[in-house]
T-cell receptor, first 112, second 115 residues
């Protein structure tokens, strides 16, 4: 089955800096890669996603890149703000197994 | 549009007691998921329903866990008897359409503590 690894587990940045979170997946059949943001005690919320027919997608300060050959994808947050502080999860969907597999999460702390 | 609703939000029980969680998905969403989230970990799928049919329950510990979605709308997840290791957050999610290929929208979860 699919295995998703996520790094780093924690990330501390100063307000205004950029943050990058990286994930790798094992099954080349995976073709949908969402990113979720989870604030303490709250529900995971989709912030951006990308499908395997696209190499990059951007939404304001957030971008995701996908390298199918290397089987890794990354989340980029520019001009970070304190309200970006949360746990971020990547995930990969293997459409054969129809199962979304999550990474272990990255705790992002943005200091003012 | 109302989001996925779950209740209760918190539950504290003693081990060996039964417990049940309820989920109402986003209106019109055919697929419903139950996930387990341990502290510091990502969600792990327990069961996926397409309408009222459980199409993937391979990760559901069937000796103590059961689930139902009788009318293809809301769903209940039950644990009987609960064990200490069941303490976790139980998340429900839903997605439109079928096949598990679409964006999943999560509920706020039920935080279970087994003493």
């Amino acid at each position: 089955g699919e295995n998703v690894e996520q790094h780093p587990s924690t990330l501390s940045v100063q307000e205004g800096d950029s943050a990058v979170i990286k994930c790798t997946y094992s099954d080349s059949a995976s073709n949908y890669f969402p990113w979720y943001k989870q604030e303490l005690g709250k529900r995971p919320q989709l912030i951006i996603d990308i499908r395997s027919n696209v190499g990059e997608k951007k939404d304001q300060r957030i971008a995701v890149t996908l390298n199918k050959t290397a089987k890794h994808f990354s989340l980029h947050i520019t001009e970070t703000q304190p309200e970006d502080s949360a746990v971020y999860f990547c995930a990969a969907l293997n459409t054969g197994f129809q199962k979304l597999v999550f990474g272990t999460g990255t705790r992002l702390l943005v200091s003012p | 549009e109302a989001g996925v609703v779950q209740s209760p939000r918190y539950k504290i029980i003693e081990k060996k007691q039964p417990v049940a969680f309820w989920c109402n998905p986003i209106s019109g969403h055919n697929t419903l998921y139950w996930y387990l989230q341990n502290l510091g970990q990502g969600p792990e799928l327990l069961i996926r329903y397409e309408n009222e049919e459980a199409v993937d329950d391979s990760q559901l510990p069937k000796d103590r866990f059961s689930a139902e979605r009788l009318k293809g709308v809301d769903s209940t997840l039950k644990i009987q008897p609960a064990e200490l290791g069941d303490s976790a957050v139980y998340l429900c999610a839903s997605s439109p359409g079928l096949g598990g290929k679409e964006t999943q929208y999560f509920g706020p979860g039920t935080r279970l503590l087994v003493l």
